[in-house]
């Protein structure tokens, strides 16, 4: 391994031998061959399994360059040509095969170890299944291969193993033959019609239970659908995830004209697993936490999760495996697109403008920073040197707010005609994001060619605003302005084109007029608006229409009045966030009168509580306070703990001022009974706010409320609101509740997940001992992606623990990123970025964060994929 490393490296990363090599997006160049053809053979072993793969050549074009072939930790045990043996050499990563002949069939020979193969890419065993992940390059640690996405073949498989061990045999495409074979062992040839590249393969071997269905499409085709799990108490878990996968087969029909393409559609679910889910070609594999949902171990999120990720698979059938990507800088051609299919088609089962805040919640929450800090890149990245690092909130979520605009810039009709353009146009073919904004242009009759700059600016637009009125001709002027600041690799910038939805209220009755999009493509500019008696007050990218920061000139009265009037639902919200954000960071300045007086607050909460026209999702979503992330990262020297206490402070006044409006709310949202309706998921999620609200503002029987909803609950939602407010109370109850909830789940991973990460999200004062403690939990283990994200994550997501001043929360997270990376480097390389933020903080914390980043890249033997997350961060 160490040897591929040393070859791959240019000239470049040549001056500093730790440092992998950089593959750059302008370097393009199509293969020297192509595999049109491929049959595989696995003899199955979760110690040993054998293959072999029968390669048809296809040089392409003229040129006498030797066959090259992809591999990573697997070597061929031979090659064969025509009954020839063949001869290779490694290099630099590929094997380079002598005398391969165009139009021939190679034959190579190899042998893998899936229960060694602990990095959960290419082929390896989970809990006596055998399963893959290819994408993004895991195809050559099963065989040598031109493992590149513009490299599509069409697939048969055989795969053969012992019955009793493997009783379900399933790869793409359809089945065509299965049989008994020599001694306990059986067979099964799967067949996918369809040209892919490689990292859309994928092969399960296991004891799986079926929950089948079956979809008729819009061409009246019948569809046989099926999710394998590995119990019965499992299977019976499947229900929501089988109806969110007929809902996205129509929704797909219904809004984009796309049916289904195979008679098979199967979903495998995996509790071994590096990310959410992926779409292999009539094959998905998931995360078992974005299928198994039930009433007794899943809350509302989850139920939303697996819909919204369900779909999400679904959609690549065409968005992604129809028309796949040409290389992988063109990740965000199928990603950002399929995160916006997704999140339409969420919005549309369900209630569209909380949906719309949840996605501008977790953009913020996760892009944003991302755009400020040192991995910013574009949508579509210039350079990398480990592709899995690109599978990031820029290149999903602000990918997807960049198509949204496009659709917002085209019209729904027009964006349609776009889309249908593209689909027609590239089916079958290795597209490119270029290709997709060609096809939106001509089909929708837009000039994009400025738009463009989204795709390879990076960083999150600046906009500010300024509204002047002018009482003589009754005129209005808002002038705004646009601006980038530098990212890595990135000093200058063009300004882009920025849709913004904007409309003018009126400062008295509330009224709304010149609702418009207003288009802002330079770095300065004005509109104006007639027909004015009085100044308006300004209410700008409603709908969250473009992804930028708005800063207007503090203005508490003006922000109230849109919290009371603006009807649309985001910039009502925004406005809120904006007063609730300006009244933490006054008082952390210690400059309270500057922001909104607590009784004008305490007024609007109230409203808000009493309004009866609010669907209960929205209340909730008014009623929650900023992260405490989102306010510091407003701060130019963050102060996390100085946020955390004045942000508790809040809801500490809060909940005591209205204390009798929580507990008359909460009453009212106990008596909803348990269904999945969005009124009912609405229900819970104030009640749990409200009793948030009742323990923050320290009611007597706080930890006898929560305990009482705790005990009673008949759904996972409520049992685990109350169990999370409780978790951060010093009160005999919480480890009463913990253990009772331990007890009752203990076998249950995903719940088990879950007490992991209530009592490391805490604000219970010795949390970061619980957190210390829990790393040597028997539960505890490295090998579980899913549990190191539920103590580890829920640790960086914690701000007051996580930038704790004794360093402890940077000394656990860098241990565990050591260790995680010897074995599975890519979730390792995904908690580099918390401890990349340090230039934001003051001497002493960015010093301890710096600190950790120089102690992982100090490790021997650290992975590509941990080494260019800290390379980038340390700067
Ligand atoms: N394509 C998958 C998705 O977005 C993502 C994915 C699943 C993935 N597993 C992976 C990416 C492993 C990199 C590595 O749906
Ligand atoms: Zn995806």
């Not at 996918?192 to 929950?211: I, M, Q, R």
Request: glycine content about 6%.
């Amino acid at each position: 391994m160490a040897d591929i490393r040393q070859q791959d490296m240019t000239a470049d990363a040549a001056t500093n031998p730790q440092q992998p090599a950089v593959i750059y997006r302008k370097d393009y160049a199509p293969p020297g061959w192509y595999i049109p053809k491929v049959a595989l053979e696995f003899m199955l072993g979760l110690s040993e399994t054998k293959v072999t793969a029968h390669l048809t050549l296809q040089r392409n074009g003229d040129h006498d360059r030797p066959l090259a072939l992809d591999v990573d930790n697997v070597l061929p045990d031979s090659i064969m040509q025509n009954g020839q043996p063949l001869t290779w050499r490694e290099e630099g990563g590929q094997i380079i095969v002598d005398g391969a002949a165009s139009g021939a069939v190679l034959t190579i020979y190899c042998t893998v170890q899936p229960d060694q193969n602990t990095t959960l890419m290419g082929l390896y065993a989970s809990n006596a299944m055998l399963c893959t992940q290819c994408e993004a390059e895991g195809f050559r640690r099963i065989i040598p291969f031109v493992d590149r996405p513009d490299n599509l073949s069409v697939y048969t498989v055989r795969m053969q193993g012992d019955k009793a061990a493997f009783p379900v045999l399933l790869s793409n495409g359809e089945l065509t033959e299965s049989g008994d074979a020599d001694g306990d062992q059986h067979y099964a040839v799967w067949h996918d019609p369809w040209p892919k590249p490689s990292y859309l393969f994928a092969l399960v071997a296991g004891d799986l239970v079926a929950n089948r269905d079956s979809f008729t499409t819009m061409s009246g085709k019948p569809v046989d659908l099926a999710i394998y799990t590995r119990s019965e108490e499992d299977s019976a878990r499947t229900g929501h995830a089988m109806k969110a996968l007929k809902d996205s087969m129509r929704w797909d029909e219904q809004v984009y004209g796309r049916e289904y393409d195979l008679g098979v559609f199967n979903i495998v679910a995996v509790s071994d697993f590096n990310m959410g889910a992926m779409e292999n070609k009539g094959l998905n594999v998931f995360n078992t936490r974005y299928i198994l949902a039930d009433q007794d171990t899943a809350n509302d999120g989850d139920f939303d999760g697996v819909e919204g990720v369900v779909a999400h698979e679904y959609f690549h059938n065409w968005s992604g495996n129809r028309v796949t990507c040409r290389d992988w800088f063109q990740l965000s051609l199928k990603e950002g697109f399929t995160v916006f299919r997704d999140q339409s088609f969420s919005a549309d089962m369900n209630s569209a403008p909380v949906k719309r805040i949840e996605d501008v919640r977790i953009l913020r929450a996760a892009q944003f920073p991302e755009d400020a800090g040192p991995l910013a890149h574009p949508i579509r990245p210039d350079s990398y040197m480990e592709i899995s690092n690109f599978y990031t909130a820029t290149v999903y979520n602000k990918g997807a707010e960049i198509i949204r605009m496009m659709a917002t810039l085209a019209g729904p009709d027009n964006f349609r005609k776009g889309t249908d353009l593209y689909f027609d146009r590239h089916d079958g073919e290795a597209a490119t994001c270029e290709d997709f904004v060609v096809a939106i242009e001509q089909g929708a009759g837009l000039d994009l060619s400025q738009f463009r700059l989204w795709y390879s600016q990076a960083g999150t637009p600046q906009i500010t605003t300024n509204l002047s009125f002018d009482a003589d001709s009754g005129t209005v002027t808002l002038t705004l302005k646009q601006s980038l600041a530098p990212t890595p690799g990135q000093t200058e910038k063009k300004p882009m084109v920025i849709p913004l939805k904007t409309a003018l209220i009126d400062a008295d009755s509330g009224t709304k007029s010149h609702e418009d999009i207003l288009v802002l493509d330079q770095a300065e500019q004005s509109f104006t608006f007639t027909g004015f008696t009085a100044k308006p007050v300004l209410s700008i990218n409603r709908g969250f229409s473009a992804p930028v920061t708005v800063h207007s000139p503090s203005d508490p009265a003006a922000l109230a009045h849109l919290v009371r009037h603006d009807d649309d639902s985001f910039a009502r919200y925004e406005a809120l966030q904006k007063l609730l954000t300006e009244r933490i960071l006054a008082d952390v300045a210690g400059a309270s009168d500057t922001a909104i007086a607590d009784a004008d607050l305490v007024a609007l909460f109230g409203a808000l509580l009493a309004d009866e026209r609010l669907e209960e999702a929205m209340r909730a979503e008014l009623l929650t306070l900023p992260s405490e992330n989102f306010v510091t990262e407003q701060q130019a020297v963050m102060q996390p703990l100085k946020v955390h206490a004045a942000r508790q402070a809040l809801r500490t006044l809060l909940g005591q001022t209205l204390a009798d409006g929580w507990r008359a709310i909460y009453k009212r949202m106990a008596s909803v009974p348990f269904a999945l309706s969005g009124a009912a998921k609405g229900a819970r999620r104030m009640k749990g706010l409200a009793l948030a609200y009742l323990v923050a503002g320290g009611a007597d029987d706080a930890a006898q409320l929560c305990y009482d909803q705790f005990a009673a609950a008949d759904n996972m939602t409520d049992r685990q609101s109350a169990l999370m407010s409780l978790a951060s109370l010093d009160d005999p109850l919480r480890e009463k509740a913990l253990s009772a909830f331990y007890d009752r789940y203990q076998g249950n991973a995903l719940v088990i997940d879950k007490w992991f990460s209530m009592q490391a999200l805490s604000t219970h004062p010795d949390c970061m001992a619980h957190i210390t403690a829990l790393r040597g939990h028997p539960d505890f283990t490295l090998s579980n992606p899913n549990r190191v994200r539920a103590l580890y994550g829920a640790l960086a997501g914690n701000p007051a623990v996580f930038h704790d001043p004794s360093g402890q929360g940077y000394a656990m997270l860098t241990d565990m990123i050591i260790a995680l990376d010897a074995t599975n480097p890519q979730t390792a390389a995904r908690f580099i970025p918390p401890l990349g933020r340090w230039q934001r903080y003051d001497d002493k914390r960015g010093g301890q964060m710096r600190a950790a980043l120089e102690r992982i890249r100090a490790v021997d033997g650290l992975s590509k994929d941990t080494t260019e997350q800290v390379v980038k961060s340390l700067g």
